[in-house]
Every structure is written in structure tokens, then in C-alpha cells.
């Protein structure tokens, strides 16, 4: 397992470590019967138990637990929408944990994607300047940003 596997797995565990605290601040405020609350917790200790797992798994058993995640956040992103449409939670709110679980996928992507040939080798990407269709291949990963950065 790479050193920069192993990042990607760390940063990934931060964020969704920091994603599912600031859901458990914003249930908080749900009423303690709701069952909204209660699911919307459950979906995010599942994101955090998937996450924390992918460290130690086969690229077989990691493509499970990455959909699996994936679902997590589907999830959640959908009782988010229930929670704001129902007033139990406030506009505010509901955009920024939408906004920060909308991208979470894409940081399970990058993962998912760690055994293929390509992310082994190259990057492609594209640079201020540049349209789409003028791709830039960049094959030294020390001038790569690390996940979760903008480029």
C-alpha cells in the first residue's frame, strides 16, 4: 500500500469524521421522537465505520465498502432534503452539509479508483489555460495537490 494511498485514506477519515459531527450538531436540534434524526445519525456512523475500514481491506473487499459508503451519503444528502422541506433543520444548514456531502464522493472515487493502471501512473488534468480537450498529463505526482485541495 502506497504512502499517498494512505493519505488519501487519512484525509478521507478527517473529512468524513469532521461531515458527520457537524450532522450530529444539526440534528441535534431535531426533536429526540423524530426518526428523521435517528436515520440520519445511523447513515453517518455507517460513513464513518466504512471509511475507517478502508485501510486494512483488498482492492476487491474496498470496492464494496466504497459503494457502500457511497449509498451512505446518497442517503443522506435525501433525508437532508426531507429534514429542510419539513423545516426541521434551516436553509443555512441544509446547503452547507449538502454542499460538503455532494463532494464527498469524489473523494471516494479517487480511492476507488487507487489499483487502476492509470492512477498508478499519470494524471490528467486540466490547468488554468487550458480547454476541454487540451488535456495535461502530468506523470510526477510531487506537483499534485493533495485530496480535497482545489487545483
Do not use: C
Not at 440520519?40 to 470496492?63: F, H, I, Q
Not at 492512477?119 to 495537490?145: A, C, M, N, V
Amino acid at each position: 500500500m502506497t504512502s499517498d494511498y494512505k493519505k488519501q485514506i487519512n484525509w478521507l477519515t478527517y473529512k468524513s469524521e469532521r461531515l458527520v459531527s457537524a450532522l450530529y450538531m444539526v440534528t441535534d436540534l431535531i426533536n429526540t421522537n423524530d426518526p428523521l434524526k435517528w436515520r440520519m445519525r445511523k447513515s453517518g456512523v455507517v460513513l464513518l465505520t466504512e471509511t475507517g475500514r478502508l485501510m486494512e481491506l483488498s482492492p476487491a473487499e474496498r470496492k464494496k465498502v466504497v459503494n457502500s459508503a457511497r449509498e451512505a451519503i446518497a442517503e443522506i444528502i435525501s433525508l437532508l432534503e426531507v429534514a429542510v422541506n419539513s423545516g426541521l433543520i434551516s436553509r443555512m444548514n441544509h446547503s452547507l452539509l449538502k454542499k460538503e456531502f455532494v463532494n464527498a464522493p469524489l473523494l471516494l472515487e479517487k480511492i476507488g479508483k487507487e489499483d487502476s493502471p492509470k492512477s498508478i501512473g499519470q494524471t490528467q488534468r486540466y490547468s488554468i489555460g487550458h480547454s476541454i480537450g487540451q488535456i495535461k498529463t502530468i506523470k510526477d505526482k510531487e506537483f499534485l495537490p493533495p485530496i480535497g485541495q482545489n487545483f
